[in-house]
């Protein structure tokens, strides 16, 4: 399969999130971006709530968005502040190569609800990070305080029960491609989240596709309530029998659906691979 656009820009040939140029310290140090993190949590997040809170009630009426609206949307999000889902598996590796993480506030849950969940993590491969120009006044607190340095074992233990509570975790640019953080947050919730509910692709699809063994699933129908992009259903067999099935199409590649298969019937495929159930 094609390699995706974003990953053909920005990925030196891999997939754009695993490239150790994007987190380089350097990035950090660019005037323009020095700009827009310390305008960050008013501009991209606070006024993006309010923005999208508008969108949705237009949404809701019409069904859909204008094109052109939706063009721009993606056009700036891909430019500064761009998206993609990613499962635990490529967490663990992103976040052991880290020489710093430190933990914060979700913006988009203090934006959204004034209410504080640490569920966001600064991930750098050197010790120079950018958070510091964030003005962390936004959420009530002095400059040093809401910033939790971590080891990251720590974080990722800390991301695993994050998604055992429902979480999805993307991976965020700070003006493309400096990666600047990991968010761990529901459809509920997230920014990026809920522009997709409304055809908004301000986050993309993850690199992989939830595939079902029909040799295991019993279909008990657990793990489709538990997807958080509405992308398992069921589907009879010959035989008689039901089985989940997957909309490959609807599919982000969280991955959280295989936390609720007792039988491990739900795995996670490459999306250079085959995405074809197992028979």
């Given at each position: 399969m094609k390699m995706c656009e974003f990953c053909t820009k920005h990925?030196?040939?891999h997939i754009w999130y695993k490239n150790a140029r994007n987190y380089a310290h350097d990035l950090a140090s660019d005037l323009r971006r020095r700009q827009y993190i310390r305008d960050f949590l008013e501009t991209t997040i606070g006024q993006g709530i309010s923005t999208l809170g508008r969108l949705e009630s237009i949404?809701?009426?019409k069904k859909k968005l204008p094109?052109?609206?939706?063009?721009?949307?993606?056009?700036?999000a891909r430019d500064e502040h761009f998206g993609q889902v990613v499962p635990i598996e490529d967490i663990r590796e992103i976040?052991?190569?880290?020489?710093?993480?430190v933990r914060l506030p979700c913006a988009c849950r203090w934006a959204?609800?004034?209410?504080?969940?640490?569920?966001?993590?600064?991930?750098s491969y050197s010790a120079a990070t950018w958070y510091h120009g964030l003005d962390m006044g936004y959420f009530g607190k002095a400059s040093d305080e809401g910033l939790e340095s971590l080891l990251?074992?720590?974080?990722i233990s800390q991301m695993e029960e994050l998604?055992?509570?429902?979480?999805?975790?993307?991976?965020?640019?700070m003006v493309t491609p400096f990666i600047g953080a990991i968010c761990n947050c529901t459809a509920q919730e997230c920014l990026g989240l809920r522009s997709l509910a409304m055809e908004v692709e301000t986050l993309a699809r993850g690199e992989y596709t939830a595939v079902v063994d029909r040799t295991l699933c019993i279909g008990c129908g657990l793990c489709e309530p538990n997807c958080p992009f509405a992308a398992i259903g069921s589907r009879k067999l010959a035989g008689g029998a039901t089985v989940a099935e997957v909309n490959p199409g609807q599919c982000r590649g969280c991955g959280l659906c295989r936390n609720h298969c007792p039988h491990g019937a739900l795995t996670?495929?490459?999306?250079?691979?085959?995405?074809?159930d197992k028979s």
């Open positions: 990925g030196d040939g949404f809701a009426k094109e052109r609206l939706i063009r721009a949307m993606v056009d700036k976040v052991r190569k880290a020489e710093t993480v959204a609800l004034k209410k504080e969940k640490r569920c966001c993590y600064s991930v990251p074992e720590e974080a998604e055992a509570e429902g979480a999805v975790h993307t991976i965020w640019t996670l495929l490459g999306l250079s691979h085959s995405a074809v």
